[in-house]
């Protein structure tokens, strides 16, 4: 079934694989039709409102898979038509290899929805803050670096008798509105602490360095079941943190990492990496400094060496994903050192 905001357009085959004729129905016609359909398989693209249509079918006895669109693609023969697109997902839901997205509850939705409106207001707070700083510069006024500072300078900015009156005006606007903004973020991030704090795994989740109260609770909100991975590293692609591969006649050709699956969540996972790796920069006699975190930073550039530890990390929130475990700290370098010499 191909579904779009008005139309539904239905393409089947028999046990036999007879295509049976294809179907153009409004949304009521959709859900008549399958109340008085036999329970059957139906395969839906996952998109925003597909998971509710899985829900709602599901609930009418029918089983409903979900297929990502990027598998879904391929099999459109020619031209891209409503028709075509059924056809082609009836096609890619019969293929043995194919891969389905489990089917999100109302209440999974609602925390998603919570991350993706604090999401939206952080890019507003960055949006705004460049506009400050470049409105700023104007008059030259040099804003300093880091968001903690935008508020301050935007009181130093109501002090400056410089600037005309309706600049002033326009400067307080802002600040209004950064300010709201802020506030507005601020009761985001409680709401997503205390559902943070409510879930078992999440909490075991931001035990791992580099992973925090957000990037716990994105694993747990956007990553499938995991054990629907065979291992750690089937995870840590799944997420687009593994190289590129572009092999040919033999010969192993490695590139970037493949930036797969979620954005926000694999950006997440290397802002934590990043922070990890400044901090042992500025103190080698931290517990993070492990002797492989160490022999990274000594062998890899800062942003291939964030890659391979957002890497790492992946892999052993799978672990404690699929085990039950509590992360267990690593030994320091000098806690190694002092071991083998003794």
């Known amino acids: 079934m191909d579904t779009s905001k008005k139309v539904f357009q239905l393409h089947g085959v028999d046990a036999e694989e007879r295509v049976a004729p294809s179907r153009k129905l409004s949304r009521h016609q959709m859900i008549r039709f399958f109340e008085k359909l036999p329970p059957t398989v139906i395969g839906i693209e996952a998109c925003g409102a597909s998971h509710h249509w899985a829900r709602t079918l599901g609930a ?15 099999y459109v023969r020619r031209s891209k038509n409503d028709a075509a697109d ?52 104007e008059f030259g006024l040099t804003a300093p670096l880091g968001l903690s500072r935008v508020e301050p300078f935007l009181r130093q900015i ?32 409680e709401k997503l602490a205390t559902w943070h704090r409510s879930q078992e795994v999440s909490r075991r989740l931001s035990g791992i360095p580099g992973i925090g ?3 716990a609770a994105l694993l747990l909100m956007k990553a499938p079941d995991p054990h629907l991975f065979r291992s750690g590293r089937d995870f840590a692609a799944w997420i687009g943190l593994t190289p590129r591969d572009h092999s040919s006649g033999g010969k192993v050709r490695h590139g970037g990492i493949t930036r797969a699956g979620d954005s926000r969540l694999r950006s997440t996972l290397v802002v934590g990496a990043t922070t990890v ?23 890899k550039k800062a942003k291939l060496a ?29 806690a190694m050192t002092a071991a083998t010499a003794s």
Request: glycine share 6%; net charge positive.
């Open 86 to 137: 059924a056809e082609a997902l009836c096609e890619a839901m019969s293929r043995p290899t194919m891969r389905f997205v489990p089917v999100k509850t109302v209440e999974q939705q609602a925390a998603l929805m919570l991350v993706g409106m604090r999401e939206r207001l952080v890019g507003r707070r960055t949006q705004l803050a460049n506009s400050i700083r470049g409105y700023a510069a």
């Open 213 to 215: 109260p957000l990037g």
């Open 306 to 334: 964030a890659v391979a530890l957002a890497n790492r990390m992946a892999r052993i929130a799978w672990k404690l994903m699929t085990s039950g475990e509590t992360y267990r700290k690593p030994v320091a370098v000098d």
């Open 158 to 189: 109501a002090s400056e008798d410089i600037l005309p009156s309706l600049a002033r005006e326009m400067f307080a606007q802002m600040a209004e509105e950064y300010g709201a903004l802020m506030e507005h973020i601020r009761e985001l991030d």
């Open 60 to 74: 009418l006895g029918h089983e409903v898979r979900l297929m990502a669109p990027q598998l879904v693609k391929p």
């Open 277 to 299: 790796l400044r901090h042992v920069r500025q103190n080698k006699q931290s517990r993070l400094a492990t002797p492989w975190l160490v022999s990274l930073l000594g062998r």
